[in-house]
Structures are given as C-alpha cells and as structure tokens.
C-alpha cells in the first residue's frame, strides 16, 4: 500500500539520472572556457574598432585638412601616385527643445518647405476599413496620398514563433517567413 501511495503521490522512485562522465565534462568545460574567450575577443574588438573609428574621423576631419591648409591646398597629389582633397561637410540637428522656435525661425525666413511631418495612426488589420475610409478621406479632402505601411514589430514576431513552435507545435510556411531557430549558451 505504501508504494501504491507514493506512485499516486507522484513520489514513486525515479530511475538515477546518468551523470555524465569526466571526459565530457572536461569537453564541455574546454568548450565553455573557448567561447568566453571568443567573447572577450569580440568585446575587445569591438572597443578597437571604436577607438580606430575615432581615429580615422580625426585624421580625416581634422588632422589631413589641417595639413593641407598649412601647404596651401584643398587638393593635392601625393608622390605615391594617390590624389587626396577635402571639402566641406555639414551635419546638424534642431534641438529638441528648441523645436517650435526653429520650425518658425525657418518658415518666418522663406525655408518651410523643409519641414516634413507625419500622422501616424496606430491601428490593428481588423480595422482595416476605418483606415481605408480615413485614406480616401485624406485623399478627396487635402489631396495628399497617405503612405500606408504594414509591419509585425521584430519582438512581437520573435514571441510569436516560439508561440506556434513551443506551445502548440505547430509550423510556418517557410515561404512566408524566414525562420531561424538555434539556441544560445548563457554564461555568468
């Protein structure tokens, strides 16, 4: 009766795992150690590769165009043969506090054509002909044709496949969606 009760129970003896041996714990211990050095290869790359960035943005910003002023020139050609000149570039940006200001600054001075703006409505693919009569009616009133734009944010699709895969074992029709699945290796 006692074993009747730790079977119901759930309690019932389980079979001793097999425990894997020394050998492959030694493989995977050598894998392991490899694939953090593989990552802290990669990290450190990745912070020369920032610092060489930087390096070439100063070289090619400030130190070449330097140079070339002192000489005299905006272009010159080496005596290996190679050409090298400068121009200006510009980049910017309005401040985000400053947004209203700017914007009146540069419709006030002739320059309002370059403000662009978008009306992003949320909506769902159930909605669909609210949004199809919003679009014509954006097209018969204002003349403007909307840019209508579909999409599945990547992490809304990434929980999606585990949904269908995971949890009810079901599949996705290859040619409709680009599916990879692998698995990572977590180490602390």
Same mark, same amino acid.
């Given at each position: ?15 001793? &795992?097999?425990? +894997?041996?020394?050998? /492959? ?7 392991? @150690? $490899?694939?953090? $050095? ?17 390096? $070439?943005? @100063? ?14 020139? =905006? $272009?010159?050609?080496? +005596? ?6 400068? *121009? &200006? ?5 309005? *401040? &985000?506090?400053?947004? +209203? ?14 403000? *662009?703006?978008?009306? %992003?409505?949320?909506?769902? @693919?159930?909605? @669909?002909? %609210? %949004?199809? /009569? ?6 018969? /009133? ?6 209508? *734009? ?14 269908? !895969? ?7 029709? &290859? ?5 990879? !699945?692998?698995?990572? =290796? =977590?180490?602390?």
């Amino acid at each position: 009766m006692n074993d009747d009760l730790e079977e119901i129970l759930g309690l019932a003896k389980a079979e001793a &795992p097999i425990l +894997p041996s020394d050998a /492959q714990m030694g493989e995977l211990s050598v894998l392991v @150690r $490899e694939l953090v $050095e593989v990552r802290n290869r990669i990290e450190k790359g990745e912070e020369l590769l920032k610092k060489l960035k930087a390096e $070439e943005l @100063r070289l090619s910003n400030e130190s070449v165009p330097s140079k070339m002023d002192e000489i005299g020139f =905006t $272009e010159v050609k080496l +005596p290996d043969g190679r050409r090298v000149s400068y *121009k &200006p570039f510009y980049s910017g940006k309005i *401040k &985000p506090e400053s947004e +209203p200001e700017a914007f009146n600054w540069l419709e006030e001075n002739g320059h309002g054509g370059i403000i *662009k703006g978008e009306v %992003i409505v949320p909506w769902r @693919r159930a909605d @669909r002909e %609210i %949004i199809d /009569q919003l679009i014509e009616f954006i097209k018969d /009133q204002y003349g403007m044709e909307p840019n209508v *734009k579909l999409g599945v944010h990547h992490s809304t699709l990434r929980a999606f496949f585990r949904e269908i !895969i995971e949890d009810e074992g079901g599949s996705l029709p &290859p040619d409709l969606f680009d599916l990879f !699945i692998g698995r990572k =290796t =977590t180490i602390k």
